[in-house]
């Protein structure tokens, strides 16, 4: 059977050239980093390696990078560790209500010990209001932490315009750039950002690895403590196979990046357009032209997502109603009841996310099958009106 | 040349089994185990027979196994995690002088929050009297964290009757198992431990992956906060590759266990017998009986164990000063101090960590050439009397 896999944004398949990369580290190189002797220095120099590859593609130093377990623990990191590490006084943070997770759970935390949180809202296609985070600023504020695109809808945040204001406040910008890195041109410097949070697994690299860009200077406490490893900043041995991964991933992902997005936007439009033509009451989620390449995200009336994307995996095409890592719950998702979607039509809700194996003939399929798939679940609805 | 490799207490080589058990999963089974999709399903399954091949281990449930990035995220979570999920006025934590990095540095950090710490101290064989424990706990105790064995000096700690101590006072008992799940019979009701902390590239399997195991009704807090994941006691996408590594190590272990003490002992014996025999001036560091199966750590006087280590070097052999994690510092052990050995002699201090691929020629090379290196570098130390 066609197997075509649309969550990209869940996780990627790892690209030959990583898995290339990684195996003589998980086989023969397993010397620990740290050690003194020859054989644990030329595993250290390859480590120091990948963290210049992950910093060249974002236009940071390599002092910059800490290497953390994924983009979770770099969020967890850098919004325990602005707020640990500011002085008395200052105990606030702005963030917004469409964040991952992996942010939006730091902070409700962080609330329960005591510090304070603003959530944004966001317009009807997802977008924070820059003025908004200047009005929210206080004498308090420590951190605003902003996602570069959001990973259900695919808006992009107006990154540049916030850390102008973020900047003059002297309060520190955190971005989660999970989604966006090897997608978009992602610089620290360009964004202007302090604290930027990178997973591998999104960008055809290994599970279990990131890092957390921290701006030379920026007050940080660690967050996992221990060994003197990563410069002091985050202990536990070196997830070597992983580093080494993701480096190579990086590399590639700065060197295909224009190449990779000029592939996946015809198919993101031919895909957006054809389930709007053909599906009725469908609607796009999300923001029409400032959105992830490769991110369609569309609401279908009177049907739950969820029986769309069974539908659909039985015809072989992998997708998703939102994130996998709230895939367990039953509440609806928070980003798209933020920006106005009845909590009924959230559950109607399904994202395909593409990926540099997708081609023009796998969308020809969905665009084929989905319609059919919409139909014959809406037969089946008591909410819809056609039946 | 010839490479004998020493340094197992740093990490050991990965088992060839658990190799080929994680390339699969590296390749091409790449989906998020938390999606919906049949690929997902596939996946979710074998983490979870992962996760029962790690608690079989352990003599623990599935349940009480939450997959961590190793063993130094695991102490941090337990001991965090404990210490926040407490109810006011649970504040106080016991723990010892020779712990690792990776709980000492937690201590020292909740101290900076404002928790109470007692640090015991342990005897010139390193260990801890269970009475001392007892006189220590105190209304306002929340945790005892004492670990099972040492990684310099190999003393293993009278757990079961700390346990019983800790059991009686109502307070919970974590035990950094990381040196001991693979050497010795780990079953976490014989021991009556609460948490215990494991990883996996100490006992064959890959870096980047570990366990917290968590006796069920214990009152934790998240640690990495975020998704869904691990029933929302840690947050990010699963290190799918890593967490089926560490299930196969786990499995190993549990199988081999015995064969490996069995082949263990006879070589560290032979190892510390010899040295002592043609090596004047030299002393085991540590407990001579109540030992890890495979560690050697030897103090030699008039010389730096940095020295040492580095002529074995040349000569192929990879032993080590003490722990990888601190192997930057210039600061003396500061689990040899705590035993009473002097800041120069702790400074002359070699550890020498055996694995289940070392022969008995191994330890013959070594016995034949250690001599000779400690005798000259002591011809060129001022400090040597006999020069």
Avoid: W
């Avoid at 709007?276 to 569309?298: A, I, K």
Wanted: charge should be negative; hydrophobic fraction near 35%; charged fraction near 25%.
């Amino acid at each position: 059977m066609r197997f075509i896999y649309l969550d990209h944004a869940a996780t990627t398949p790892t690209h030959p050239e990583v898995v290339e990369a990684m195996i003589p580290y998980i086989r023969e190189k397993f010397g620990n980093p740290s050690s003194i002797y020859s054989i644990a220095k030329e595993i250290r120099e390859a480590v120091e390696t990948s963290r210049k590859q992950v910093a060249d593609a974002l236009g940071a130093n390599p002092e910059e990078i800490i290497f953390t377990s994924g983009g979770t623990e770099a969020d967890n990191h850098a919004i325990e560790g602005v707020l640990y590490g500011s002085p008395q006084g200052k105990d606030h943070i702005i963030t917004t209500s469409i964040e991952h997770h992996a942010v939006l759970e730091v902070c409700h935390y962080m609330e329960k010990r005591g510090f304070k949180v603003t959530y944004l809202r966001v317009d009807g296609e997802g977008l924070v209001d820059p003025e908004e985070v200047r009005k929210s600023i206080t004498p308090r504020t420590a951190l605003v932490s902003v996602m570069h695109a959001n990973n259900e809808i695919g808006t992009i945040q107006p990154i540049e315009e916030i850390s102008k204001i973020t900047r003059e406040a002297g309060v520190y910008l955190h971005v989660d750039a999970v989604q966006t890195v090897g997608a978009l041109d992602v610089d620290v410097n360009n964004l202007g950002v302090d604290l930027l949070s990178v997973s591998a697994h999104k960008l055809y690299g290994p599970k279990g690895i990131g890092c957390l860009y921290v701006r030379k200077g920026t007050k940080l406490d660690s967050f996992i403590h221990g060994g003197a490893q990563e410069r002091k900043r985050r202990a536990g041995t070196e997830n070597v196979p992983g580093i080494i991964g993701f480096g190579k991933a990086m590399e590639l992902a700065r060197l295909e990046r224009k190449e990779r997005a000029e592939h996946l936007l015809p198919l993101r439009d031919k895909l957006i357009t054809g389930i709007l033509e053909r599906v009725p009451d469908s609607f796009l989620n999300g923001h029409p032209t400032l959105r992830l390449p490769n991110n369609v995200n569309v609401r279908f009336k009177y049907i739950e997502g969820e029986s769309i994307c069974l539908n659909l995996d039985f015809l072989g095409i992998a997708a998703s109603t939102g994130s996998a890592c709230s895939s367990e719950s039953l509440e609806p998702s928070h980003v798209l009841l933020s920006i106005g979607v009845s909590p009924e039509e959230a559950h109607g809700s399904v994202r395909f996310t593409l990926g540099r194996d997708n081609s023009e003939e796998d969308i020809d399929y969905v665009l084929e099958n989905l319609p059919v798939v919409v139909e014959k679940l809406r037969a089946m609805s008591p909410l819809y009106p056609g039946r």
